[in-house]
């Protein structure tokens, strides 16, 4: 399989053989054969969609009857229905999640939300208007279609939790151009593993950069073997990595090198746009992209407004009942008062006054100072992001509710005064206006929330640098599906309280 031509592949570089450079990318190959990654996305899905209906079943069944309008409840008639699996697959094949490879997270949950509510909607209508419709339960149906949007998603997540780092799981891709770029894409790629794509090579022209290795991953030769690694090792994906090359050149690299791989997924120069629900365009033969403006249109701005209502009233109903008992122990773990309130900047710059549980001892800054005045090696951790791992001032209490992120749920009063969103850029006070720089603009285009990815990223393990980046990113390619997937995440990291202190 790796034999390979001779005045190509046995040349030596760097005192190793091209042979046992293939060797070595043998050692780490992936498959190629994406069935693999269907078959558990398939098994996966058709579980949670068994389990889901099944579930709704015995959650109707068992509803008191005073409750909810009678129906017929009998087992077999919804078992007969089990030729309908072969319709939610064929609905997620034509949505391109199988084998869902290159599909980013919140792009799966937008295509798994789409596929699941119309076939449930087909299912729906076929069914009550047809005359076996009396005998099923409008209710089952509908808590079936909640659950399975919620079971889907999880399910997919849970698979690629078991199997993302397999050596079978996913396809190996070639990333032409060992640059800035190139280094990114790689690095990306290996911490995004639910994109499916895994680098084993990087072919660059510059030979200076011949055998060094990009985050594991060896620089083995120049773009001419492109070819060989297609034709001759499998391999079927390739990521061109070479933003600043000049039209003419590009497509002669495209023609004589990427041409033979299957797939070719091309980095442009447009860093800094939004990437996300980003659409080609053929202008009259000329390859244009169209990005969509988010925050200028009425319905994405609705529909973020009204997972902000729906998010902030469940959570009232849920989690208000916990804010009496943690204001207890708060008088209990410390003397001070039960909240704090804080002056930061949210949508269009304008301050506003948000609210938290207090998680600090009285005379903090006192306390901060004289603490930083017997550690002076730990001014260089506080000047840098104003955060300590260990940081004196917090309670006990004060760092549990932090890890869990309660000292924030008083802030869901500021989402009903509408001066924050239930997700968005954590809010920032003046101090730290200055350290958005340019990205200032960007952030004062969205309320700040409650959550974002921020939270969700690594929270406090993450730099400042990292931190504004992802706050750029969540406003250019800010969406209900974004927003969604945020609010999922939230939840684990919550739990978990990684990054938090």
């Given at each position: 399989?790796?034999?390979?031509?001779?005045?190509?592949?046995?040349?030596?570089?760097w005192g190793m053989s091209k042979a046992n450079i293939l060797?070595?990318?043998?050692?780490?190959?992936?498959?190629?054969?994406?069935?693999?990654?269907?078959?558990?996305?398939?098994?996966?899905?058709?579980?949670?969609?068994?389990?889901?209906?099944?579930?709704?079943?015995?959650?109707?069944?068992?509803?008191?009857?005073?409750?909810?309008?009678?129906?017929?409840?009998?087992?077999?008639?919804?078992?007969?229905?089990?030729?309908?699996?072969?319709?939610?697959?064929?609905?997620?094949?034509?949505?391109?999640?199988?084998?869902?490879?290159?599909?980013?997270?919140?792009?799966?949950?937008?295509?798994?939300?789409?596929?699941?509510?119309?076939?449930?909607?087909?299912?729906?209508?076929?069914?009550?208007?047809?005359?076996?419709?009396?005998?099923?339960?409008?209710?089952?149906?509908?808590?079936?279609?909640?659950?399975?949007?919620?079971?889907?998603?999880?399910?997919?997540?849970?698979?690629?939790?078991?199997?993302?780092?397999?050596?079978?799981?996913?396809?190996?891709?070639?990333?032409?151009?060992?640059?800035?770029?190139?280094?990114?894409?790689?690095?990306?790629?290996?911490?995004?593993?639910?994109?499916?794509?895994?680098?084993?090579?990087?072919?660059?022209?510059?030979?200076?950069?011949?055998?060094?290795?990009?985050?594991?991953?060896?620089?083995?030769?120049?773009?001419?073997?492109?070819?060989?690694?297609?034709?001759?090792?499998?391999?079927?994906?390739?990521?061109?990595?070479?933003?600043?090359?000049?039209?003419?050149?590009?497509?002669?690299?495209?023609?004589?090198?990427?041409?033979?791989?299957?797939?070719?997924?091309?980095?442009?120069?447009?860093?800094?746009?939004?990437?996300?629900?980003?659409?080609?365009?053929?202008?009259?033969?000329?390859?244009g992209i169209e990005v969509r403006q988010q925050l200028l249109?009425?319905?994405?701005?609705?529909?973020?407004?009204?997972?902000?209502?729906?998010?902030?009233?469940?959570?009232?109903?849920?989690?208000?009942?916990?804010?009496?008992?943690?204001?207890?122990?708060?008088?209990?773990?410390?003397?001070?008062?039960?909240?704090?309130?804080?002056?930061?900047?949210?949508?269009?710059?304008?301050?506003?006054?948000?609210?938290?549980?207090?998680?600090?001892?009285?005379?903090?800054?006192?306390?901060?100072?004289?603490?930083?005045?017997?550690?002076?090696?730990?001014?260089?951790?506080?000047?840098?992001?104003?955060?300590?791992?260990?940081?004196?001032?917090?309670?006990?209490?004060?760092?549990?509710?932090?890890?869990?992120?309660?000292?924030?749920?008083?802030?869901?009063?500021?989402?009903?005064?509408?001066?924050?969103?239930?997700?968005?850029?954590?809010?920032?006070?003046?101090?730290?206006?200055?350290?958005?720089?340019?990205?200032?603009?960007?952030?004062?285009?969205?309320?700040?929330?409650?959550?974002?990815?921020?939270?969700?990223?690594?929270?406090?393990?993450?730099?400042?640098?990292?931190?504004?980046?992802?706050?750029?990113?969540?406003?250019?390619?800010?969406?209900?599906?974004?927003?969604?997937?945020?609010l999922a995440r939230t939840v684990p990291v919550a739990l978990?309280?990684?990054?938090?202190?």
């Open positions: 399989m790796f034999d390979v031509k001779e005045d190509k592949l046995n040349v030596d570089l060797a070595s990318i043998k050692e780490n190959k992936l498959s190629t054969e994406t069935w693999i990654m269907s078959g558990f996305y398939l098994f996966s899905d058709l579980a949670a969609i068994i389990f889901a209906v099944v579930l709704a079943y015995l959650l109707r069944k068992w509803t008191p009857a005073f409750m909810l309008p009678p129906s017929v409840l009998a087992s077999g008639a919804y078992v007969e229905l089990w030729p309908a699996v072969f319709i939610f697959t064929f609905a997620y094949i034509m949505s391109g999640l199988y084998p869902g490879v290159g599909v980013s997270a919140v792009e799966e949950l937008r295509r798994t939300t789409v596929a699941t509510s119309m076939v449930f909607a087909i299912l729906s209508v076929w069914i009550f208007l047809s005359r076996v419709g009396f005998i099923y339960s409008r209710a089952v149906f509908f808590i079936a279609w909640v659950l399975a949007l919620l079971f889907v998603p999880l399910a997919r997540a849970a698979i690629r939790y078991l199997f993302d780092d397999k050596s079978w799981w996913g396809v190996s891709a070639v990333v032409m151009g060992a640059a800035k770029t190139g280094a990114d894409i790689v690095k990306i790629l290996k911490n995004t593993k639910a994109l499916g794509i895994k680098p084993v090579a990087i072919l660059d022209d510059d030979a200076e950069k011949h055998g060094k290795k990009i985050e594991g991953i060896p620089v083995i030769g120049s773009l001419e073997l492109a070819p060989e690694l297609a034709e001759k090792c499998n391999i079927k994906w390739a990521i061109m990595a070479m933003p600043g090359l000049n039209r003419k050149k590009l497509h002669e690299i495209w023609e004589e090198n990427a041409s033979y791989f299957h797939h070719v997924i091309y980095i442009p120069d447009l860093f800094g746009f939004a990437s996300f629900g980003v659409l080609p365009k053929d202008l009259g033969g000329i390859l249109r009425l319905g994405p701005k609705i529909a973020k407004a009204l997972v902000d209502t729906i998010v902030a009233v469940a959570a009232l109903v849920v989690l208000m009942p916990l804010v009496p008992f943690i204001a207890l122990l708060i008088k209990l773990d410390s003397k001070g008062p039960v909240f704090y309130k804080q002056t930061r900047y949210g949508k269009d710059g304008k301050p506003f006054k948000a609210w938290k549980f207090r998680t600090m001892v009285e005379n903090a800054d006192v306390v901060l100072k004289e603490y930083l005045a017997k550690h002076p090696e730990l001014k260089e951790e506080w000047d840098k992001d104003q955060k300590l791992r260990n940081d004196p001032r917090v309670t006990c209490l004060g760092k549990f509710l932090r890890k869990t992120g309660l000292d924030e749920l008083p802030q869901i009063f500021n989402v009903i005064k509408g001066e924050m969103s239930v997700v968005g850029p954590r809010p920032i006070v003046q101090d730290e206006i200055k350290k958005y720089g340019k990205c200032y603009s960007l952030y004062t285009k969205v309320k700040p929330g409650i959550t974002g990815l921020w939270q969700v990223s690594g929270r406090n393990d993450v730099s400042y640098e990292e931190r504004v980046a992802l706050d750029a990113y969540y406003v250019r390619n800010w969406s209900v599906w974004l927003d969604l997937y945020i978990f309280g990684k990054g938090a202190y």
